[in-house]
């Protein structure tokens, strides 16, 4: 037993970090009667002796209120003593008289006014304040504070007239937690910039109890800034907070493409030589030196259209990591590392209480060019219909964050009028020197059936291949050093060639665009533009009028030219009769022809021709444009 006068025992709360109720005003559930309140959670001191906590007094009714009587119930298996002592809002109050009484698990608590004011009525706010002590059995969790508890008590209020009235306790919560500690984690692509999407997850467990399962708290990924974090409350004087990442579970990011093997295949006849990271990268295979097989491994992976390395090698993943002092020594590296001595990390798996964040480092086993995870970042192009959505083609857009040059494949609006179609996609380089380039299409099994692929002159004399899956087929190709060939103008590169079983019954199917990729002359990753046509196929036996004007006409885009698609003029039209000439004769505002451009068109079907303005003087043109069925004449302007 403990009784104190709450006069002498008014002193301030020791190292609180939190208030705890101290300042707030907590409102009745009712105003039937004037009440003692417990707020709804309350911040545990970390590591310290105490925690002080604030019991509110409010009285919504006209009576004036000059005593109360309650009981509380707190966790005396965690708190070793509880001591109570005048709040803030009774303080100022000379002529007053508290006591307490603890026994078990609960504390008696009364406070009178003593003085002769006849209007006096006890503010609202925070009537006490209770001070905990942690015991040996504290460990930073705690059950809450409570209003009703096994035994009873009469809680009753006194009003100015000597009368008692009902009490009201009314618990908000009454809940403990640790004060909240943030933990954050930022990862970085191999090349320095955020990586973006990579999953963390957290979780605790006593220290006192090292064998028991560890208690998941939350997962999250990492934002485009590389960052994340986790803020839970915890006390790591009694808890670990360990911190995990399952990087082998992780897809490539869109890091892994053509231009991989093409600088692989470069490195290995010595036209190319890696450096630091890019060895760690390069070694698919491990055997502590970069050869023609790693070159071969990033080829065939992109052949069997395979999203890990399992089908080529037992235990490699597609994402390792490293900490800062190993990725500074990865940086600086001149050869393989000894994966023996330097075996390969897939996970992170650490417990951080003595840490106060960490950063560790990511790459992409393959990925030679070092492109980053995510770090491609797929943007669908603007639909062309937004009517009907997903009755068109999304063209991708793949923007590199580390990579500022752009290329585009351009695809034509396909109409078929026969059992067979074909997708012509025509190379805008930009002023770039493509040396490789992939590109899938998935498009409806029960309209289209591959047949093959057609290549350009260009890309004709790559190493190359094809894969083809059930409604997907994709292609990718580099440049063979030994029979070089660089696409460097805007010219239709390869066809792809499709059988119709289906020509009846529908009017539009679409076809979609994935793995789109491009590399240049030194094997660097290049920015992929979309295409500007929405790419659907069109049945010409129910054709909508827009589209029947443009099967009789010509598209021509854009207008202005301007330096920002390098000076081209790009005109679109379909064409009936194969081996016929396309010409366009391009005069300036005063009838003189400035530039001439004529080509041979081989196939039926949209066809898409490149005109380079460039070197014209800004000014207003006219453009005539012949076919053997079709004339037109069209004004534009270049600046």
Known sequence: MKKLLFLLLGILSIGAVAQNGKTEILLAPNSNSPYILVDTLFTLEDTSITTDIYIHFANPTASAVKAVQFRLFYDNTKFSNIQVF?????????????????SGDYVNIIGTYTGNNQNFDWSDGAMFKVRLTHGSTYQGVVNSMATTGTTSYSNLATTGNGTD??????????????????????????????AQGVWFSASKRLKSTPQSTWQPITSDSTNALGLVSFTHPLDTAFWNL?????????????????TDAYKLANHTSMQDTLSGIEWYEGDVNQSQTVTISDAFAVFNRLALQSTDWDGLFTGVNNVSVLWPSEYTTATSATAAPNWTTSPRRYQIDTIVNSLDSINPYIYVVGDATTTGYNNPAVIMARIANPGNGTEYILDPAVYMVNRDDTVQFRI?????????MEVPVTMFTFGNKIGAAQMGIEF??????????????????WTSLISVEKGRVFFAGHEDKMNPSLVETMTNQFTFVFNVINPLGWQTSPLRIFDKSAGNEKAEDLSVKPSPNDGSVVNRNSMNPDLAELMTGFKVYPNPVTDLTDGWLVIEHFNEYRNSDFTGVIYNISGQVSQVYQTKITDIGFQLHGINVKDLPNGVYFVKLVTADREKVVKIVKY
């Open 412 to 420: 034509p609006k396909l109409v078929i009028a026969n059992n067979q």
């Open 242 to 258: 360990k911190i995990t990442a399952q990087t082998d579970t992780m897809s490539d990011g869109g890091a892994i493409s053509i």
């Open 86 to 102: 005048w709040g803030p809002t009774a303080l100022s109050t000379p002529d007053k008289y508290g006591s307490y009484f603890k």
């Open 444 to 461: 409806d099994t029960t309209i289209f059936e591959f047949s093959s692929i057609k290549v350009g002159d260009d890309v004709s004399k």
């Open 165 to 194: 009235v009902t009490l009201g306790l009314f618990n908000y919560g009454g809940a403990f937690q640790m004060q909240p500690i943030t933990f954050p984690i930022r990862v970085k692509n191999a090349d320095g910039t955020p």
